[in-house]
């Protein structure tokens, strides 16, 4: 069970928006930077958001991040078939003094 | 180009030892932060151990914690895991990742660590 809490599965259409959320807590999301992760089975993670709200040079802008409290959200824009994939939150968790990830949330492009 | 090239993976029967190297370049490996993550097979992602840029800062997540040692050779731009008193449940893909304090930027492609009898 992760401390930090991510839904297992979301989906879209080709052209829709689509928001993937990641809910924690005062001493992880609440008070430290968020962070997000594109995975595709077989390859190295992606840096898709840092900083909460930061895009990586090379990130489309179609890939925005933000953060309410002890919650973040992760929207993908103009939803395409290559953003299939397994999508990760990670914050610094004050109380365990460790980086948490979420359990990963697959995004079916339908 | 930042890469970062694992290696040091295999088969280790439980209880015992594997280190794990991390080769790195393309960036300045002496002022960055280099943080390890795994991922056992059909899991999620899940934060090991970091180490700071001179090697006197290293945390771990409480799995790992008295097992795991993290180091760095800043000669050889190379970042170590040396895996002790290896359990079934440390079975994972490895990943390096070159990162800030909290969290990794660049990752590389990772090493299979069985442990198996």
């Known amino acids: 069970q992760s401390v930090v809490t991510q839904p297992p599965s979301a989906s879209g259409t080709p052209g829709q928006r689509v928001t993937i959320s990641c809910a924690g807590a005062?001493?992880?999301?609440?008070?430290?930077?968020v962070y997000w992760y594109q995975h595709l089975p077989g390859t190295a993670p992606k840096l898709l958001i840092y900083k909460s709200s930061e895009r990586p040079a090379g990130v489309p802008d179609r890939f925005s991040g933000s953060k309410s409290g002890t919650s973040a959200s992760l929207a993908i824009s103009e939803l395409r078939s290559e953003d299939e994939a397994h999508y990760y939150c990670?914050?610094?968790?004050?109380?365990?003094?460790?980086?948490?990830f979420g359990g990963g949330t697959k995004l079916t492009v339908l | 180009e930042v890469q970062l090239v694992e290696s040091g993976g295999g088969l280790v029967q439980p209880g015992g030892s594997l280190r794990l190297s991390c080769a790195a370049s393309g960036f300045n490996f002496i002022t960055s932060w280099m943080h390890w993550v795994r991922q056992a097979p059909g899991k999620g992602l899940v934060w090991v151990s970091r180490i700071n840029s001179n090697g006197v800062t290293t945390t771990y997540a409480d799995s790992v914690k008295g097992r795991f040692t993290i180091s760095r050779d800043n000669a050889k731009n190379t970042v170590y895991l040396q895996m002790d008193s290896l359990r079934a449940d440390d079975l994972a893909v490895y990943y390096c990742?070159?990162?800030?304090?909290?969290?990794?930027?660049?990752w590389g492609q990772g090493t299979l660590v069985i442990v198996s009898s």
């Open positions: 005062n001493f992880n999301i609440g008070s430290n930077y």
């Open positions: 990670a914050a610094w968790d004050d109380r365990l003094s460790a980086s948490v």
């Open positions: 990742a070159r990162g800030d304090a909290w969290l990794p930027y660049s």
